[in-house]
Nanobody
Framework: QVQLVESGGGLVQPGGSLRLSCTAA????????VGWFRKAPGKGREAISS????????YYADSVKGRFTISRDDPTSTIYLQMNNLKPEDTAIYYC????????????????????WGQGTQVTVSS
């Protein structure tokens, strides 16, 4: 099982930016598709983005489209989530998750398709 570690969270003012990283401990991520999810206080976990192996496919939730960008650097087994123009409603714990299957337009949000999860990193957007 792939062990994932998220980093890069923190406190940022509205309109600011953060870049989250997801790294694999002891494994190479190039064989996996990776998704980012978030859980805000009092809400369920939300799928926000996913990237296939070789970055051929990328998906975004409408709530982050145009503001967030997912990318991958396979030589370092790192997946990034660049978050720009952050809003207070982006406040949440952000998780990355890996899957061996190809994410599709109807399946990339399906949490059950992701086999391994990180522990999460807190993002707080507040003035």
């Amino acid at each position: 099982q792939v062990q994932l570690v998220e980093s890069g969270g923190g406190l940022v003012q509205p309109g600011g930016s953060l870049r989250l990283s997801c790294t694999a401990a002891g494994f190479e991520l190039d064989a996996y598709a990776v998704g980012w999810f978030r859980k805000a206080p009092g809400k369920g976990r939300e799928a926000i983005s996913s990237i296939s192996k070789s970055a051929g496919r990328k998906y975004y939730a409408d709530s982050v489209k145009g503001r967030f960008t997912i990318s991958r650097d396979d030589p370092t087994s790192t997946i990034y989530l660049q978050m720009n123009n952050l809003k207070p409603e982006d406040t949440a714990i952000y998780y990355c998750a890996a899957r061996s299957s190809m994410p599709g337009a109807s399946t990339w949000r399906d949490e059950g398709q992701y086999e391994s999860w990180g522990q999460g990193t807190q993002v707080t957007v507040s003035s």
